[in-house]
């Protein structure tokens, strides 16, 4: 995609099954809701500097997609964006993402560990529901808010490091369904906040206190 195009539209690729690359130019700053949705084929792809949001269902469905690269542009990434990429195993959050949305990696099932940015302060709805090979996870320090579900069903997920010294707000099912004996690590003086926090103290016999550097 030349570097003379500005955006990539609505459902501009849509189900495009045989497309294995696809190379987006720097003068992109768009890529459109359902832009990519069902190209099960695409094995890998780089945001380029310049692009600042990622639709809705961009990429949802792009079972063969190892690899996400996001550039630091990008500040907003839509719902479902990156939904049932199975074969993701890695990606990159930026600094410039302030929330992760609703289902964005909903069923991701080979991504194996996230680290979330101190800019994020908000994880979505079922953000990260089933992706069942994720074993860890790094929740920011400024997050505040863990939305409903966000990592239920993550069956393999065995370690929490959860940052913030102020419990953020939650939902008695943001870690249901995970591995059996996960841990959360907490900051070693808020182990008390967490542990009768509203919606964590039914989490509190697996609360552990953490000194994060």
């Known amino acids: 995609i030349g570097n003379n195009i500005t955006s990539i539209g609505d459902y501009?690729?849509?189900?495009?099954?045989s497309l294995t690359s696809v190379t987006i130019g720097n003068g992109v700053t768009e890529i459109?809701?359902?832009a990519f949705v069902g190209c099960s084929s695409l094995t890998s792809v780089t945001i380029p500097d310049g692009v600042t949001s990622i639709g809705e269902y961009a990429f949802r469905g792009c079972t063969s997609l190892t690899s996400i690269t996001i550039s630091d542009s990008v500040t907003a990434i839509g719902d479902k964006a990156f939904e049932h990429c199975s074969s993701l195993t890695s990606v990159t959050i930026p600094?410039?993402?302030?929330?992760?949305?609703?289902?964005?990696?909903?069923?991701c099932s080979s991504l194996t560990s996230i680290n979330i940015p101190d800019s994020v302060t908000s994880i979505g709805e079922s953000a990260f529901r089933d992706?069942?090979?994720?074993?860890s996870v790094t929740i920011s320090n400024g997050?505040?808010?863990i939305v409903s579900s966000a990592f239920r069903d993550c069956s393999s997920l065995k370690e929490v490091y959860c940052k913030p010294v102020t419990p953020p707000s939650g939902d008695s099912n943001m870690f249901g369904g995970n591995a059996s004996g996960r841990k959360i690590y907490v900051p070693t003086e808020?182990?008390?906040?967490?542990?009768?926090?509203?919606?964590?103290?039914?989490?509190?016999?697996?609360?552990y206190g953490y000194d994060f550097e």
């Open 32 to 34: 459109g809701g359902c």
């Open 131 to 135: 992706c069942s090979s994720l074993t």
């Open 95 to 107: 600094d410039s993402i302030t929330s992760i949305e609703y289902k964005v990696f909903y069923g």
């Open 143 to 145: 997050v505040t808010s």
């Open 12 to 17: 501009a690729f849509y189900h495009c099954s």
């Open 190 to 207: 808020s182990v008390e906040a967490y542990k009768t926090a509203s919606y964590w103290s039914g989490y509190a016999d697996a609360i």
